[in-house]
């Protein structure tokens, strides 16, 4: 049994942070290139983040370099997406996506919208 499961969305003013994690079950995601990926209202699904099995390579969309962290504990199997600075464009559905033996794997996503 493989799942992917994301929680931590919600609503959010401008400014302010969110968190969201990232569980997966089934195997093991030290093993796994993980990702990050929003998608607005309306538009495609884009990349936001990714990080190496161990976290010593992390990548960022331009728009989120300074304010978004990437982060995995893998005792916990649980990947992390600090957001701070928060905009009323990050408001879309955040979906966690695990890299495993060459194939992929999704969450259902979670619901993340910045507005006053």
């Known amino acids: 049994q493989i799942q992917v499961m994301e929680s931590g969305g919600g609503l959010a003013q401008p400014g302010e942070p969110l968190s969201l994690s990232c569980r997966a079950f089934?195997?093991?995601?030290?093993?796994?290139?993980m990702h990050w990926y929003r998608q607005p209202p309306g538009k495609e699904r884009e990349l936001v983040a990714s990080?190496?099995?161990?976290?010593?390579?992390?990548y960022y969309e331009e728009s989120v370099k300074g304010r978004f962290t990437i982060s995995r504990d893998n005792n916990q199997n649980t990947m992390y997406l600090q957001m701070n600075s928060l905009r009323p464009e990050d408001t879309a559905v955040y979906y966690c996506?695990?890299?495993?033996?060459?194939?992929?794997?999704w969450g259902q996503g979670t619901q993340v919208t910045v507005s006053s």
């Open positions: 996506n695990i890299d495993h033996s060459g194939l992929l794997y």
């Open positions: 089934g195997f093991p995601s030290r093993a796994s290139l």
């Open positions: 990080i190496t099995a161990t976290g010593s390579i992390t």
